[in-house]
């Protein structure tokens, strides 16, 4: 068995060669290492841990005080921390676009039967001008009474269903050739359009990278007010990183169509990634 687990023998143990000279901290840090020291004792005491563990733990213990004290309280080398925000931009490869039917009748079944016909066909459509480079899913259907207020009495007037579609394209080229076909096999609606990049990894990259340099130009513009030189980085956090699919406002189309109308004009623009950088760097004198 080994020897009585005592808080006091935390203080023989804190003057032990093993350990940090105490006499090189601040005052208050060099009370600190007893009292953590007697902590781990007792607490190991209560849970019946062996003696050779609990030396094991108030080395750590002692240590990590030091080391503390040493980086923050005993004069160590001071730092700047800054922030950046970095930007890339990329050319659409993919394209979402909703579109949707429209349809009222006098009774809930018959107008969903016609909703069903108009929509098969601005699926066909859609497919047909898509083909193999995407795909197309129902994305919401509603089916909901529509009533006539007179006098503050309310009478039903039919039924009304939405059927909607969403279309996923990567020839960004087509969106307009593909709302001119949805509305000419009967959609009512084309409720958004947006473009994307399918793979954002690379600009995402881009985006960090031209957010580290811009917080380093910060940093090192304040350092230079200062009259002092960036060291070392002690620490890099990259925050969040916004960009996606870039909406555009929602528009609205008649059935009723010209044949010799010019195609619907879509512009795909460009697809931003955005990202903020906080860096931690060491100052030194010249």
């Not at 279309?167 to 009967?186: C, H, P, Q, R």
Request: proline share 6%.
């Amino acid at each position: 068995m080994g020897p009585p687990l005592r808080a006091k023998t935390s203080e023989r143990t804190a003057t032990a060669a093993t350990y940090p000279s105490r006499a090189v901290l601040p005052k208050r840090r060099r009370a600190e290492i007893p009292v953590a020291q007697g902590c781990v004792w007792r607490y190991a005491s209560d849970m019946r841990i062996p003696p050779s563990l609990v030396k094991v733990f108030v080395i750590l213990t002692t240590c990590y005080i030091s080391a503390c004290a040493h980086s923050r309280c005993a004069g160590g080398p001071p730092a700047i921390t800054a922030s950046g925000e970095g930007k890339a931009s990329g050319t659409p490869d993919q394209a979402f676009i909703t579109v949707a039917a429209i349809t009222e009748g006098k009774d809930a079944e018959s107008t969903a039967a016609e909703s069903a016909r108009i929509e098969s066909q601005v699926i066909a459509a859609a497919k047909s001008v898509v083909g193999n480079q995407g795909s197309v899913k129902t994305s919401s259907y509603s089916l909901n009474p529509v009533y006539d207020f007179n006098e503050n009495k309310q009478t039903l007037r039919g039924y009304q269903v939405r059927n909607a579609i969403t279309v996923e394209m990567f020839n960004t080229k087509s969106v307009g050739s593909l709302i001119d076909a949805a509305v000419k096999a009967g959609a009512t609606e084309v409720s958004s359009i947006s473009f994307g990049v399918r793979d954002s990894a690379a600009l995402r990259q881009q985006a960090i990278a031209a957010a580290s340099q811009a917080a380093l130009r910060e940093a090192a513009a304040a350092a230079t007010a200062l009259g002092l030189h960036l060291g070392n980085v002690r620490t890099i956090a990259v925050g969040s990183t916004s960009g996606g699919p870039v909406p555009m406002p929602m528009q609205k189309f008649s059935r009723a169509m010209d044949s010799a109308q010019i195609a619907t004009p879509v512009e795909a623009g460009t697809v931003d990634v955005t990202a903020s950088v906080s860096v931690e760097v060491q100052l030194e004198k010249p």
